[in-house]
């Protein structure tokens, strides 16, 4: 480990490198995270380029030393956390557009770079990048955890924008997977293996990405209901329709009742089990889906339909959905830990789940929000519970909505990924020629395990 060090202090300078405490911490341990582990990276290392990064792993290879990848430092599972100590290898210096072509509808760009700056960059070329997971996510997280967010059941996840990736891989070799072309069925798809392996067979270095049209006309309504299974009929029934909402979430009770305890969206909401629609398309379109949306809002016993058209308006509304974890965090006392989670399931069987796993929260006395990206079939389950006491609780009530998710045909995480948090639950939904499948793959591309050893599969 310490040889490891030289070399790559050598390679990048003594500000290309750090052992300091507080850099290994913030780097091994996240509040956010459903899970935390003692052990910290032994450093962290600040690499300028893809060839830094084929540098490093040379060295880590050399001597068997795990290197963990990391980007925004926003996912959930312990994701980033160093089960093996190790060298953590933060993008934060690659954080640029590198080649921009409107005319294309692509962009390509470094690991570092967050969705949302971007989207600031280049919003006045009409294009914009869809997916849309926590603010502070960059790209090679957001490839590495294959996520998505609010605009998913409108524009899919994020393996559905990668064109093309630049991996380097754990003994230093680069790689390619394709050119630029939209699509392309030459050869297996390395875009596909890359995207949600969780750093765990090579580093992003470089992505190129898809973009889209900024629509033309936008609109977000927003309706409670009495119970959730109501709320969860009206979202499938709009998916079923056919109409093609931009985003439909899903918030409980509890949600909005913290959101108005944080203040942040400048008025009171019901705390009642609510909707919020997103529309988007020409202004006919929008004003057609809306209407169609209020008759399956009305015959599920919706509450007032309201339509807010000030974009300002929106975008406080959107954000006090997005920072939905962070409010709740607000919330928190000395001790108390947050523990946030997700599963999706079939969309029909999304009203037996978000009714059952609300009811367990209940039972359980345990303080939780559930809120959703409900038109894909996936939730989620925030709880606030003290550290000490209610730790066994809440891991019961978690793991009981996940198996329930499996008996469902679903799968354990929706968008935020296995990490070190779901491992336990891979082998029940994939099966064990799958699990071993994984595992070849793992051990062809790298032999050593030394990439992000230790999430979503052991040897
Ligand atoms: C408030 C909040 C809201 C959220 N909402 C959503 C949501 O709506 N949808 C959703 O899907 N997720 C959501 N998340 C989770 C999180 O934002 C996503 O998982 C995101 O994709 C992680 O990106 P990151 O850059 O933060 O990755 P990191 O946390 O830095 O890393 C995630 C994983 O990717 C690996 N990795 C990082 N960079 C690279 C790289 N360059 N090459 C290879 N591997 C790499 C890491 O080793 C790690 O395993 C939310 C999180 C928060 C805090």
């Not at 989207?119 to 849309?132: A, E, H, M, Y």
């Not at 001790?335 to 969309?347: F, I, K, M, R």
């Amino acid at each position: 480990m310490e040889k490891a060090i030289s070399e790559i202090r050598q390679l990048l300078g003594d500000d290309g490198i750090s052992t300091d405490d507080e850099d290994l911490r913030s780097h091994g341990y996240s509040e956010w995270s459903s899970i935390n582990i003692d052990r910290l990276p032994t450093a962290v290392a600040f690499p300028n380029s893809t060839t830094d990064v084929a540098t490093i792993a040379e060295i880590c290879y050399k001597y068997k030393v795990p290197m963990i990848p990391y980007s925004g430092g926003s996912s959930v599972e312990g994701h980033f956390s160093a089960s093996f100590g190790g060298v953590s290898v933060d993008f934060m210096n690659m954080n640029n557009i590198v080649e921009f072509h409107p005319e294309d509808m692509d962009i390509v760009v470094q690991p570092s770079v967050s969705w949302m700056d971007m989207n600031d960059k280049i919003k006045d070329s009409g294009l914009f990048f869809p997916v849309d997971p926590g603010p502070p996510a960059k790209i090679g997280g957001m490839i590495a955890t294959n996520c998505s967010g609010t605009n998913a059941v409108r524009y899919g996840t994020m393996k559905d924008w990668v064109v093309n990736l630049t991996v380097v891989l754990a003994d230093g070799r680069i790689l390619k997977t394709r050119k630029r072309p939209r699509k392309s069925s030459a050869g297996y798809n390395l875009n596909g293996l890359i995207t949600g392996s969780e750093g765990t067979l090579g580093f992003v270095t470089e992505a190129t990405l898809k973009l889209a049209h900024i629509p033309e006309e936008t609109g977000v309504a927003v309706t409670t209901f009495p119970t959730m299974r109501d709320a969860a009929k009206a979202a499938t029934q709009v998916i079923h329709q056919g109409i093609p909402v931009g985003a439909v979430e899903l918030l409980d009770d509890v949600q909005m009742d913290v959101i108005n305890q944080m203040g942040g969206t400048g008025r009171q909401w019901k705390p009642l089990p609510t909707l919020f629609f997103k529309f988007s398309g020409t202004k006919a379109g929008v004003n057609d889906n809306i209407e169609g949306v209020r008759q399956i809002v009305y015959q599920n016993r919706g509450g007032d339909f309201e339509i807010e058209q000030d974009k300002a308006k929106q975008g406080a509304l959107w954000s006090a959905r997005k920072e939905a974890l962070w409010s709740m965090m607000c919330l928190r006392k000395s001790g108390n830990e947050v523990w946030s989670t997700d599963v999706a399931v079939p969309l029909s069987k999304v009203p037996d789940l978000v009714e059952v796993s609300k009811d367990d929260l209940n039972r359980l006395g345990l303080f939780g929000s559930m809120l959703g990206h409900i038109g894909d079939g996936n939730f989620h389950e925030t709880v606030l519970f003290d550290g000490e006491k209610e730790h066994e609780m809440v891991t019961e009530c978690v793991h009981a909505m996940v198996y329930r998710a499996l008996e469902m045909d679903g799968t354990c995480t929706g968008e935020h990924g296995v990490g070190l948090g779901k491992k336990t639950f891979l082998e029940e939904e994939v099966g064990k020629e799958s699990l071993q499948v994984m595992r070849t793959i793992k051990a062809a591309l790298d032999p050593r395990w030394i990439m992000n050893p230790g999430k979503i599969l052991d040897p």
